[in-house]
């Protein structure tokens, strides 16, 4: 009885590992596509933002692409966005670019330029502090943290001397 079982498990699990192999060996199925990332790349080397925009998208959202390529067309297009003024565009590819790799003090100074652009002041702020911390010696990212931080005390001054507004005469 107990080598009917050991067999009986034997000989399923021979089978579900022929029935494995002869999916992964079908000579039928063709190999996924590559991505060409040419375009996308060739598009950021000539500075052409709305070739950017068209040939980088496909890139970005694709895992079959290496992550070193989507990081770039994904940072190349948000900085395409921004230069173009389309600010939430340019975030949320910055947002993508960074759950890639948020290791970059480049792309958090960047996006923290936009939500500052977009009057954020808080969110901008966030980042400009989580890439000094990355890079500390960054001048850019000091430069802006020290600003914002600046113009975010001279509007708690002027809200701390401003008389109380007045209450509505019933």
């Not at 060409?36 to 890139?59: H, R, Y």
């Not at 993508?96 to 923290?112: C, F, H």
């Not at 500390?136 to 001397?161: C, D, F």
């Amino acid at each position: 009885m107990r080598l009917s079982i050991q067999l009986l498990v034997v000989m399923s699990l021979l089978g579900a590992c022929s029935a494995h192999a002869a999916v992964g060996t079908d000579p039928e199925t063709p190999p996924a596509p590559k991505l060409d990332t040419a375009p996308c790349f060739a598009a950021v080397a000539a500075a052409d933002d709305d070739k950017i925009i068209a040939a980088c998208g496909d890139l970005i959202g694709n895992e079959k692409v290496a992550t070193s390529d989507r990081l770039k067309a994904a940072s190349a297009r948000a900085a395409a966005y921004a230069r173009k003024d389309q600010i939430d565009s340019a975030i949320a590819d910055y947002d993508t670019a960074l759950k890639i790799d948020l290791s970059r003090p480049d792309l958090l100074n960047a996006r923290g330029e936009l939500w500052r652009k977009k009057g954020d002041r808080p969110r901008a702020i966030r980042d400009f502090g989580a890439a000094m911390k990355i890079d500390p010696r960054n001048e850019a990212v000091r430069a802006n943290y020290k600003t914002l931080a600046q113009e975010i005390e001279r509007m708690g001054a002027k809200m701390s001397v401003q008389p109380p507004p007045k209450a509505p005469l019933k």
